[in-house]
């Protein structure tokens, strides 16, 4: 991993140890996928790290020189880059006088590619929580517990509901289902994270917006997560539901991804 850490415009070697993130959570991130050392939807990204900085008070770096200096990290390479946003220390849960803001790049390996997958239902439950609901913030406890579920079952990813048993993601991607030839994607007006990939292809499709039930997603035609990191991931599996194949709805939602970020085009051994 390589990184670079500045406080405002001044670089940093280390983290401070009364920094806000770390002591409260009170961060944001975004995670990019770069194509040829470029940065596709890196407007987009910077829209979420922006409206997620209004809602929590957080100050922002200069845009152009956040961006310089992530395309001069990755120095041409295929990789995941994350942008990591704090605020300046102070001690306490009452926000200190505003400061020049932490931020942070660091560069990572792409994830392999994979086949379509096998899901479980988690029984980690989201908190409702309308003000942080959308924002990618830095206290990410209950994917973690998630995750842990996961892990041990063996499963390739989980979907999780809210406290009301409304089903909202995967523990970190979005979820669309497929119902009467329709695209439809959980509301995230209470939980959740609103990810520039789903955002894309709300953009792009014809999909709804509207609360979802478990049994609604077992018994959809296709089923997909999908983020910015992988694009769309089409689910063989779902506990004791399986999609044997992958539907042509979902081949051609994928085929114009990439059209748009390059770095998400299918691989063979991803199909």
Not at 74 to 81: F, K, P, Y
Not at 137 to 155: K, M, S
Not at 190 to 209: D, K, P, Y
Not at 244 to 256: D, S, Y
């Amino acid at each position: 991993m390589t990184w670079r850490l500045f406080q405002g415009d001044a670089p940093l070697a280390a983290i401070p140890a009364d920094e806000r993130g770390l002591h409260y959570g009170e961060s944001l991130f975004e995670t990019l996928r770069s194509h040829r050392g470029a940065l596709p939807w890196w407007t987009q990204h910077w829209a979420r790290l922006a409206a997620g900085a209004a809602r929590l008070g957080l100050p922002l770096p200069d845009a152009c020189r956040v961006k310089a200096e992530a395309l001069q990290l990755l120095a041409g390479q295929e990789a995941a880059l994350k942008l990591r946003l704090s605020r300046s220390g102070g001690r306490g849960y009452a926000t200190p006088d505003e400061g020049a803001p932490l931020w942070m790049l660091s560069v990572h390996p792409l994830p392999a590619p994979q086949a379509p997958l096998r899901l479980v239902w988690c029984e980690t439950q989201l908190g409702l929580q309308s003000q942080l609901a959308g924002l990618k913030h830095g206290n990410r406890l209950e994917q973690i517990l998630a995750r842990r579920e996961v892990q041990q079952q063996g499963a390739d990813e989980g979907l999780v509901c809210d406290s009301q048993g409304h089903v909202i993601s995967a523990t970190s991607a979005n979820l669309f289902i497929l119902k009467d030839g329709q695209w439809h994607t959980p509301s995230l007006q209470s939980a959740g994270v609103a990810g520039i990939c789903r955002e894309h292809l709300l953009a792009h499709t014809a999909a709804r917006i509207r609360p979802l039930g478990r049994d609604e997603v077992d018994s959809a035609e296709a089923v997909f997560i999908c983020n910015a990191l992988r694009g769309i991931q089409p689910v063989r599996q779902l506990g004791a539901q399986i999609w044997p194949q992958i539907h042509p709805a979902l081949a051609t939602l994928q085929a114009r991804l990439a059209d748009t970020h390059p770095g998400l085009r299918i691989h063979p051994e991803a199909s």
